[in-house]
């Protein structure tokens, strides 16, 4: 496969993520399929940022921990990064980093200087030295910076012109002639496919690495016919996303595990109450506080069983923007559809991953209708029928009474403490449960990708599946990876396992809870391969982990 | 529709519980919602839980029986949802001043158009009687057999530092007073705070405390923010002292609903907006 990564590394505060998105558009448009990972840490200045941008023929939803192109604009890029880069081109910042042998510098200062530029350009010089490095042709870089800066585009070009003129040409970046993708992160795919599904309302608190779809939604509210609401807390975000749901708006919060903790209550009121709710849960490295900007996949189980009592919950882990897309306006259609909370699992690695997306491989899906009264008063909101699943009418319709209840109730919402009425509520709720069930087998709830009848299966979830895949193809291996995990899928896991003597489950976690679940699931699981300290496997890392456990 | 506005669920509060007064009251003035030319159907009732929260049981209209604490955040949603509906929330003092303290602030803060009625018996009455953010100070309770050790505060002057548009304290005692706030509370455009003291009959009588101190207010500006203050700390819900009933301050400013206008999107809006989205990521 044809493929080249570039890392750009220097301190917070110097613009490093927009240099990589910029660097990431010029490779989009010279014809490959790009995704960008970005590490930095929990502070806004001084600390080291990096992103590597990783381009290739075909798509890609994971990065290397080897490059080809090092972009210094400080010396710890050069001490942190050099050894992934043995024979890579480097360049830098001659100002602050000292020579490195086969490196080209250039003095920022100066160029700076010359062109009475602000710091923040200094990147611009970089991507300039980038390009001329890469062999870009220039037109290429005025094209990318004219539709993808909003001020300043010419004397960003002309800092940039100054490096690409003082710069050598080492490895020509070889044009594949495809279309350009839009490019967008895994939090946008997520606002996007709840949108698609008939968002009208946003009700979010803070949180990394969640925070970008408040973001990106909060910017676009107008676009959209949107309420984004960042209220004062995740206490308040789920309630007041629960009266949304309660006068007929299809409403998402977004948080990560700490402010998902804050949320139970409001959880277990969605499931007894019958309200739909989309909750994005972004994960990152736990237990508490953490590791606030580093990725993590420990808080499945938590999801799974958060809040009090029982009641059903859909819960789906996308893998990449495409699947977030996808599975986030699914996860709003069933939320609607079944009156129950829907959960969309994402991890740091997702959510501010940034992926080539191709609207049209995303799977079709479009906001579905629900199931309302028939307008035949008198209304009752808990109205027990085969399905569980009661007409919906909202407040302001007329001669609809419509009363909702934390309390166990009766079918018109009045409380009750009737032994009856509980068990026939809970019954009601528990095929509400087995109608989803039946419903996710007519989705690719699992899907197998790689050597599908090999005997050696890596079983994973969420953004793991992108280093999976990849050594799956390396070793003609099968990958399988439940993009729903409640109600769990284990006929479609089983199926999906047949044949596999060798299961072997790959999470981020310390604690293998996939592994677990599969198997109160009856999918066997021969051997677990864990990662815990707040980094993505790379594909390379796990390749050795993988040949580890095939060598027992 | 013709509706009774009492549902057949059983009452279950004690006799001579102040409940029945603002439940009463609340009848009265939806009734006269409704004569004036108001749908019943465009107002919503949110409660918390505890023994007022039942009224959301009693009354056949709209409700939401929300969690301890979570009246405001629930209510406020409604309103952001459907500006046109009328929304009352009935909150204890459990609710609104302890677990759920930080939504009250917030409420006045944003002035939403919301109607919020605290019924303020300064005990834990569901939970068998604990003292509450309104007991006095050495109140004895289950969770207190020595007395409190820790002040009152005075959530009415809480609620002017915060911002409230709309101040106003009623007594279950004073039916017409409590009528008229209520009545007022509603049609203020903007965050509607009414204090109700309230007789717990069983817990907290302050019957005879309450009768002997409280007084109408008369001949009052309720647009000065400075004599609002006054009246707010005439009475600290701790020492004996007067304590001023009916409206203490009412000012205009815009909603927090009002910034957020409804758009109805077609599934075509919706994807248009996608590709233009998309349009700019490539």
């Known amino acids: 496969m044809k493929e080249l990564s570039v890392l750009i590394g220097g301190k917070a505060g110097d613009g490093i993520t927009n240099a990589g998105a910029l660097i990431a558009q010029i490779l989009n448009h010279s014809g490959y399929y790009v995704y960008m990972y970005t590490e930095y840490p929990s502070l806004i200045r001084g600390g080291h940022n990096f992103a590597i941008v990783r381009a290739a023929e075909s798509q890609v939803s994971v990065h290397r921990n080897r490059v080809d192109f090092l972009l210094a604009l400080d010396q710890k890029t050069i001490d942190l ?76 070009l002309r800092v940039a012109r100054r490096a690409y003129d003082n710069v050598q040409t080492v490895r020509t970046i070889e044009p594949l002639h495809r279309p350009a993708l839009p490019l967008i992160t895994g939090n946008e795919a997520i606002g996007l496919g709840l949108v698609k599904a008939g968002l009208s309302a946003y009700v979010s608190y803070p949180m990394t690495p969640s925070s970008g779809i408040l973001h990106f939604l909060a910017e676009n509210a ?31 919060v977004g948080t990560s595990g700490g402010g998902f903790c804050l949320m139970t209550e409001g959880l277990s009121l969605a499931g007894m109450a019958e309200l739909p709710l989309v909750i994005v849960v972004s994960q990152r490295t736990g237990p508490s506080t953490g590791l606030p900007t580093y990725t993590g996949q420990s808080d499945l189980r938590f999801v ?13 882990a996308p893998a990449d923007a495409t699947e977030a897309y996808y599975w986030s306006a699914v996860a709003m259609n069933l939320a609607w559809k079944y009156q129950i909370p829907a959960f969309v699992l994402s991890d740091k690695t997702l959510s ?10 995303t799977g079709v899906v479009v906001a579905e209708e629900t199931q309302n009264w028939d307008k035949r008063p008198p209304y009752h909101r808990y109205r027990d029928i085969p399905t569980g699943i009661s007409p919906l009418a909202f407040p302001g319709e007329k001669d609809a009474i419509v009363k909702v209840n934390s309390y166990v109730h009766d079918e018109s919402g009045i409380t009750t403490e009737s032994a009856e009425m509980v068990t026939l509520m809970t019954k009601k709720r528990l095929r509400k449960w087995a109608g989803l069930s039946d419903e996710l087998n007519r989705y690719p709830a699992v899907n197998v990708r790689g050597a599908a009848g090999a005997s050696t299966a890596l079983l994973c979830w969420g953004s793991v599946r992108g280093a999976c895949e990849e050594v799956a193809y390396t070793l003609d291996l099968r990958v399988v990876q439940p993009l729903v995990l409640s109600p769990f899928p284990s006929a479609q896991l089983i199926k999906a396992c047949t044949g596999a003597t060798r299961v072997i489950a790959i999470e981020e976690n310390a604690t293998s809870q996939l592994a ?14 864990t990662k815990y300290d707040g980094r993505p496997f790379t594909p390379d890392e796990l390749l050795t982990r993988v040949l580890e456990v095939m060598a027992k | 529709m013709i509706r009774s506005l009492i549902t057949e669920a059983q009452n279950t509060w004690c006799p001579g519980c102040g409940n029945f ?13 409704e004569k004036s030319g108001k749908s019943l159907d465009d107002v919503v009732l949110v409660s918390g839980i505890g023994c007022h929260a039942k009224i959301a049981d009693y009354l056949n209209i709209n409700s939401f029986y929300a969690l301890h604490g979570r009246t405001i955040p629930v209510a406020t949603g409604i309103k952001l949802a459907n500006p046109r509906l009328t929304v009352i929330c009935c909150a204890g003092d459990g609710d609104a001043y302890a677990e759920g303290l930080d939504h009250l602030i917030f409420a006045a803060k944003r002035n939403i158009d919301i109607t919020l009625i605290v019924h303020n018996n300064r005990v834990y009455g569901l939970t068998t009687g604990q003292y509450t953010p309104t007991s006095p100070l050495g109140f004895t309770g289950k969770s207190t057999p020595k007395g409190t050790i820790e002040y009152p505060f005075n959530p009415v002057e809480l609620m002017l530092a915060s911002g409230a548009t709309y101040v106003a304290r009623g007594y279950t005692k004073k039916l017409s007073l409590l009528q008229q706030v209520i009545r007022e509370g509603i049609a ?43 009246k707010a700390r005439e009475w600290d819900y701790n020492r004996d002292a007067p304590i001023a009933l009916g409206t203490l301050y009412r000012r205009q400013l815009p909603t927090f609903d009002e910034r957020f ?22």
Not at chain 1, 247 to 252: F, I, M
Not at chain 1, 353 to 358: A, E, N
Request: hydrophobic share 40%; with cysteine.
């Open chain 1, 81 to 156: 990064h050099r050894d992934i880069c043995p024979e890579c081109m480097v360049i830098v910042n001659a100002d602050l980093v000292k020579p490195v042998p086969n490196g080209q510098g250039i003095s920022i200062n100066a160029i700076l200087t010359a062109e009475t530029a602000p710091a923040i350009m200094g990147n611009s010089a970089m991507i300039g030295a980038f390009t001329k490095a890469g062999g870009v042709l220039w037109e290429t870089v005025e094209e990318i910076f004219h539709s993808h800066m909003t001020k300043g585009v010419e004397q960003n």
């Open chain 1, 222 to 252: 107008d676009r959209f016919g949107l309420s984004v609401i960042h209220p004062e807390n995740e206490i308040a975000v789920i309630l007041m996303a629960l009266g949304f749901s309660y006068a007929g708006r299809r409403v998402a």
């Open chain 1, 304 to 316: 799974l069983h958060a809040g009090q009592g029982e009641f059903p919950r859909l819960v789906v």
């Open chain 1, 352 to 361: 501010e991953g940034m992926y080539s997306f191709d609207p049209e491989k």
């Open chain 1, 516 to 529: 677990a679940l599969a198997r109160e699931h009856g999918t066997r699981v021969d051997e677990t391969i």
């Open chain 2, 21 to 33: 007064s603002i439940q009463h009251t609340l009848k009265a003035v939806l009734d006269g919602m």
């Open chain 2, 188 to 230: 203020h455009k903007g965050f509607a705070y009414i204090d109700v003291l309230q007789i717990c009959a069983t817990f907290f009588n302050m019957t005879d405390q309450y009768n002997a101190k409280v007084y109408e207010l008369a001949g009052y500006d309720p647009s000065s923010f400075e004599a609002a203050c006054e």
């Open chain 2, 261 to 282: 206008p409804v758009h109805a999107m077609t599934q075509e809006d919706r994807e248009r907006g996608i590709s233009e989205v998309l349009g700019t990521r490539r």
